[in-house]
Every structure is written in structure tokens, then in C-alpha cells.
Nanobody
Framework: QVALVESGGGLVQPGGSLRLSCAAS????????MAWYRQAPGKERELVAR???????NYADSVKSRFTISGINAANTVYLQMNSLKHEDTAVYYC??????????????WGQGTLVTVST
């Protein structure tokens, strides 16, 4: 199994910045990708950004040029740097990890979520 610990959420004014982090821990796993999703009140969960173990990234159109995903380092931690935050970025952000646990086992794991509120 893989446990995920997220941190970095909070309250920020429009135009401000926050950095989220997600650390994966466990035994005998190899990360395939790490990603951030978000879910705003009354909306479906959506992909924000994703990075593969080879460093390939992709972003939602709404966050391109404002958000940057980085990692996956030796500590199995991924970061999401969020700049120029807008009201519409307010959501619970979830870390999502795809990992190979054995030759026959691939699973995805979710963090507990961290709240980002963009408000004056």
C-alpha cells in the first residue's frame, strides 16, 4: 500500500501563491505518475496537473502558465506551485498516485485532500 500526505493548502488572496506538496510512503512500490486533482463545491473532480516518472507533464487549460507541477524525486514527493491564484481556483485539492506494487499489481491511491481558498 501507498500512503499519501498532502500539505500546503490554506487561504490566499487573489493574485497570491501557494505551494502544495504530496509525499508518498510505503514499502516496495514504484511510482508511475503523480497528479493533482481538485473539486470545487457542486462540481466534479477535475485533473489539474500530472507528472510521470519520466518527467512528462500535462495541465488543465485553466491553470497553464500559472501552475507548475514538479517532482517525482527520491523522496517520492510532488509539488504544485500555484501562482496568480483566482477565485475560481478555490477547491479541495487531491493528490493522486499511480504505483506499481508488484509485477502483477498496479494501483492508484488518493490523498485526503487539502483545501485551497482564494478570497479577499
Amino acid at each position: 500500500q501507498v500512503a499519501l500526505v498532502e500539505s500546503g493548502g490554506g487561504l490566499v488572496q487573489p493574485g497570491g501563491s501557494l505551494r502544495l506538496s504530496c509525499a508518498a510512503s510505503g514499502s516496495r512500490f514504484t511510482i508511475n505518475f503523480m497528479a493533482w486533482y481538485r473539486q470545487a463545491p457542486g462540481k466534479e473532480r477535475e485533473l489539474v496537473a500530472r507528472i510521470t516518472s519520466s518527467g512528462i507533464t500535462n495541465y488543465a487549460d485553466s491553470v497553464k502558465s500559472r501552475f507548475t507541477i514538479s517532482g517525482i524525486n527520491a523522496a517520492n514527493t510532488v509539488y504544485l506551485q500555484m501562482n496568480s491564484l483566482k477565485h475560481e481556483d478555490t477547491a479541495v485539492y487531491y493528490c493522486n498516485v499511480g504505483a506499481v506494487l508488484s509485477v502483477y499489481t498496479y494501483r492508484e491511491f488518493w490523498g485526503q485532500g487539502t483545501l485551497v481558498t482564494v478570497s479577499t
